[in-house]
């Protein structure tokens, strides 16, 4: 069975400021948080996420740097739930960026996640992941330098937006913030069909589903006891 989506929390900084960009929410025991931050500006990152007494690891950041925007994935998972929580991100300088908190019920991570990221010019934001199971959803984030208007934005392979920051009036960036289920252990791809004319960054990661409790045969020596006792019966 695939990871159950509890809930996404989108939040946006625009017009550029230097706020922190703060979701607040009460998360369940064994959840799995994946937090996606973008920027208008390579050079411009935000920092790590934070809070709720959680562990925050960088999985991955894609910054190709140029005229470009930036964009980064990290993950924590909720071992015992610290009640009603804030996770919040802030700019290291003046920016436009975004924000999305996933949250995913029956789910893992591998000890190292699969991911990618990606960049390029002229296109629609696409690229592809092979993920390890048939059972993962995959979260991603981009960023369009271009600021291509994204009212025609088509996304690939069904996937689901939780998050869109739109500035493309005044030419100051668009960010996308989607997930989409896994099909198979083959390259498959992820992102938009369109709008194309764009400069994009993307970035994905691979959350598995919960393994399931292992099966342990029962012992000779335990086999004969119950025997023995039904025997007596």
């Known amino acids: ?120 010019v002229g296109g629609a934001a696409a690229s592809t992941i092979t993920p390890s199971a048939s059972t993962s959803v995959l979260p991603w984030v981009g960023g369009d330098a271009q600021s291509v208007d994204p009212s025609t934005r088509a996304y690939l392979a069904s996937a689901t937006q939780d998050g869109l920051r739109d500035d493309h009036v005044g030419s100051n960036g668009c960010d996308y913030h989607a997930y989409q289920s896994s099909t198979g252990t083959g390259s498959q791809s992820y992102g938009l069909s369109a709008p194309t004319g764009m400069t994009w960054v993307l970035a994905a990661i691979e959350v598995q589903a919960s393994a399931g409790a292992a099966f342990i045969a029962p012992r000779p020596f335990m086999v004969m006891q119950a025997v023995k006792r039904a025997s007596f019966f």
């Open 1 to 120: 069975m695939a990871p159950t989506p509890v809930a996404q929390h989108y939040t946006q900084l625009s017009p550029q400021g230097t706020s922190a960009l703060t979701v607040t929410f009460t998360p369940g025991n064994g959840e799995i948080l994946v937090i996606k931050l973008a920027t208008w500006d390579s050079a411009s990152p935000l920092g790590a996420p934070s809070g709720g007494g959680l562990t925050y690891t960088a999985r991955v950041t894609n910054a190709p740097g140029g005229f470009n925007q930036w964009c980064s994935i990290y993950t924590a998972p909720v071992l015992t739930s610290p009640g009603s929580m804030t996770v919040s991100s802030t700019p290291s300088i003046s920016l436009r960026g975004s924000m999305c908190v996933e949250r995913w019920s029956g789910a893992q991570l591998a000890a190292t996640p699969i991911t990618n990221s990606n960049t390029g």
